[in-house]
């Protein structure tokens, strides 16, 4: 990386490197397609072929340049710096702010970017010489609870490639109250798309209508996905790092749908002093927003946890972490409600057919996200385990580390731990009772059925009624309408009755000696299979009895004689 190349340089060699990558490599790693069309058209997304050109025709992409801050944590010994965050009004900016890998100073720098764009992304992967899979996993929109994408698309690295990479992403959901316009058509949708003038990457959220009681009204809720993404390495020559930071912007409507209101997650820090300078609601307009608050207020507080962050970068995402786990426990949360608002209205009314099949199609997708949501939990709590990446600085492999950072970084990291853990048992719990909850409405329907056939079998045997009353008319109708010489009148009248009462006679007796011939038959037929266990198939199991016995006793007599033997030996 040389400093004299102009950025204009720098952007087009990565450009070159991205496009030689995506066109012309034999199996194309996951991405680098999506991520070569980010940068020729600057945004991404999987809209359908209608949807995005109406975009087009309505001025996308979006055109607001991202929003960058730059974090200095000092390093120990460093006097020349402190902690502070830097927030770039003009992204250009960035040019000349860039930290250098070669900086001999012991101060970290952590450079946060909100919305990215294609010129901001190759200026950093050409400064910093970044693999192009870190942006590539990132702007490679796919939906996360369907797979529509070619499987390659989908395809993750494995361990042994982990192990060696320098960045890793986090997925998350944020919740988000949904008020809607009167003449809104997103109503009748299950998931909504976001206004592509105010973001990059449009990745869907999922809309959720909850079921209401007649005393209780809930608003629908957006289920919003994010993206948190993280690429570091080590200064050359002294024991800081550069980190980059990638996150998403909130998600918003276009106007004409509606608005959604701030993220609905407790706060994790504990409440503020009197004297402390707090926020208030705006640290919830963005994530970004509440990771440099809440790491500018733990900063502000504890001198170790600057001094050791300067050489573990895992610690310094300590807030964002925290702030993703509490939004899982919202979703949670949101869950645990919609399950209790269908198991009271099972409890509190008689549902009719089409209830139960709606509620048992609501808990089928319902359960479906709830394990993808699983998955991205697990996914965050091994990273939690494994402290981020193994090439990214820690305490243990820097030579200022010593035991007491070691300790703190370590305490902290087990902290992150045990809320994963935490919000893996609620959610472990809660689709225990999805299941549950399927199983109950399944036997529901199944005897919704039955009352279903028996009320059909009803209207049969009304039927059957009905004809059984008008079945004597339509016999003498059907007698006197005989025109042959079987006719009323005629001379072989009287073979009619000679043929037909006989015939009655025997229907009418059948049911009743159905049940004596019944028995009769089962007898016989147990006679028969005891005389065949006796006797064998073709009397082939006595000969077996007769050869056992005979075997039996050859070998009674072998043994006689080993015993006489061994007798005379000794």
Same mark, same amino acid.
């Given at each position: 990386m ?14 070159e ?31 359908s ?32 710096s ?20 070669? +900086?001999?100073?012991?101060?970290? #720098? ?14 950093l ?22 797979m @529509? ?5 989908r395809?993750t ?10 960045f ?13 316009? +009167?003449?809104?058509?997103? @109503? ?37 996905? #994010?993206? !948190? ?11 800081g ?27 994790p820090?504990?409440?503020?002093? =009197?004297?402390?300078? %707090?926020?208030? +609601? ?8 509440? !990771? &440099?608050?809440?790491?500018?207020? @733990? ?35 949101y ?48 990273? &939690? ?22 300790t !703190? ?10 809320? %994963?853990? %935490?919000i ?34 009803r ?10 009353? %008008?079945?004597p ?9 005989? #025109?042959?010489?079987?006719?009323? =009148? ?19 007796l ?6 004596g011939v ?10 028969y ?10 009397? !082939? ?20 004689v ?9």
């Amino acid at each position: 990386m040389a400093s004299t190349i102009q950025p204009h340089e720098i952007r087009n060699r990565y450009r070159e490197r991205i496009k030689r990558l995506s066109k012309y490599t034999i199996t194309p790693w996951p991405g680098l397609e999506s991520l070569w069309k980010f940068i020729e058209n600057g945004y991404s997304c999987h809209f359908s072929a209608g949807s995005l050109q109406k975009m087009v025709e309505e001025g996308a992409p979006c055109n607001i340049p991202p929003d960058i801050s730059i974090v200095s944590i000092p390093g120990e010994g460093d006097l020349s710096s402190k902690f502070s965050i830097t927030d770039l009004q003009n992204p250009h900016d960035l040019v000349g702010r860039l930290p250098s890998l070669v +900086d001999n100073s012991q101060s970290s #720098q952590l450079i946060i970017i909100e919305n990215i764009c294609s010129d901001t992304l190759t200026l950093l992967g050409g400064y910093y010489d970044i693999d192009p899979q870190f942006f590539a996993q990132y702007t490679n929109v796919l939906s996360w609870y369907q797979m @529509r994408e070619k499987v390659p698309e989908r395809l993750t690295s494995l361990p042994s490639t982990r192990n060696v990479e320098d960045f890793l992403l986090l997925r998350h959901v944020s919740t988000r109250e949904l008020f809607e316009e +009167d003449d809104a058509s997103i @109503r009748a949708r299950s998931v909504i798309w976001p206004d592509m003038k105010n973001t990059r990457l449009g990745d869907s959220a999922g809309r959720l209508k909850p079921i209401s009681g007649p005393e209780d009204t809930f608003p629908p809720i957006a289920f919003t996905r #994010q993206c !948190f993404s993280v690429w570091c390495k080590k200064k050359t020559n002294s024991n800081g790092w550069i980190a980059i930071m990638l996150l998403d912007r909130p998600f918003q409507l276009r106007r004409k749908y509606g608005v959604l209101g701030p993220s609905e997650y407790r706060n994790p820090n504990l409440r503020p002093n =009197g004297d402390d300078e %707090f926020d208030g +609601d705006a640290i919830r307009q963005s994530f970004k927003k509440a !990771f &440099c608050s809440s790491l500018k207020q @733990r900063c502000s507080k504890d001198e170790t946890y600057i001094s050791t962050c300067a050489t573990n970068t895992f610690l310094a995402l300590y807030e964002g972490y925290r702030i993703i786990a509490s939004e899982w426990v919202v979703v949670d949360e949101y869950v645990k409600r919609e399950l209790a608002n269908i198991e009271r209205h099972l409890e509190n009314k008689e549902p009719t057919f089409q209830e139960l099949e709606q509620h048992l199609k609501e808990l089928y997708r319902i359960r479906r996200r709830c394990n993808k949501d699983h998955e991205l939990v697990v996914e965050a709590a091994s990273q &939690c385990e494994k402290r981020g990446q193994a090439l990214w600085p820690s305490s243990k492999t820097t030579l200022q580390g010593n035991a007491g950072d070691v300790t !703190f970084a370590e305490r902290h990291a087990h902290d992150l731990e045990e809320d %994963f853990k %935490f919000i893996l048992a609620n959610m472990s719990i809660t689709i225990s009772r999805i299941e549950k909850d399927i199983s109950l409405l399944m036997a529901l329907v199944a005897i919704s059925e039955g009352r279903q056939s028996l009320r059909e079998n009803r209207g049969i045997s009304f039927l059957t009624l009905v004809a059984t009353v %008008f079945l004597p008319s339509e016999t003498v109708a059907t007698v006197l309408g005989i #025109q042959t010489q079987y006719g009323p =009148g005629a001379r072989s009248f009287w073979m009619l009755w000679a043929v037909a009462l006989p015939l009655t006679v025997l229907v009418v007796l059948i049911p009743f000696a159905y049940p004596g011939v019944s028995r009769w038959l089962n007898g016989a037929r147990g006679k028969y299979a005891k005389k065949e266990e006796k006797t064998g198939w073709w009397g !082939f199991e006595e000969v077996r009895e007769e050869n056992g016995k005979r075997d039996e006793g050859v070998e009674l007599e072998e043994v006689e004689v080993l015993q006489a033997s061994a007798s005379g030996v000794v």
